[in-house]
């Protein structure tokens, strides 16, 4: 129970983080362009979620058909709401086609990162 409602908690905080990556300040003048923004701060929310679960979703896969056990317990266990590797504060120009994102590769490498664990720290 009390996972859930940390995600639940992890999940308004990403919002929060989305809709105060201009620092705060507000664009809009009237209602409509506040719930604009709003509906819009809750896409990309979801949209980083989503990336996130697919990522690590690809990820499981990856231990589960190596017979890493350990490192798919450990993969079941983190939750795809996090955004410290998604540059909020950028710019951003949607002008050119952008080359699709390997998500077997990005899965690929992950699983050759060594995990540090409480084990690795105490010896």
Not at 6 to 22: K, P, T
Not at 68 to 91: C, F, M, T
Request: aromatic letters at 12%.
């Amino acid at each position: 129970m009390q996972r859930a409602v940390n995600r639940g908690e992890n999940y308004y905080q990403l919002r929060r983080a989305v809709s105060y990556a201009n620092f705060g300040k507000l664009r809009f003048r009237t209602e409509y362009k506040q719930l604009l923004w709003s509906e819009c701060s809750r896409l990309i929310a979801n949209w980083i979620t989503y990336y996130n679960a697919t990522i690590l979703s690809h990820l499981l896969a990856h231990k589960e058909n190596t017979g890493d056990k350990y490192g798919a317990d450990l993969v079941k266990e983190v939750s795809p709401v996090a955004w410290q590797h998604i540059d909020l504060y950028g710019r951003y120009e949607f002008r050119e086609q952008p080359a699709p994102v390997d998500v077997e590769e990005i899965a690929r490498e992950l699983a050759d990162v060594q995990i540090e664990t409480d084990s690795n720290l105490a010896a």
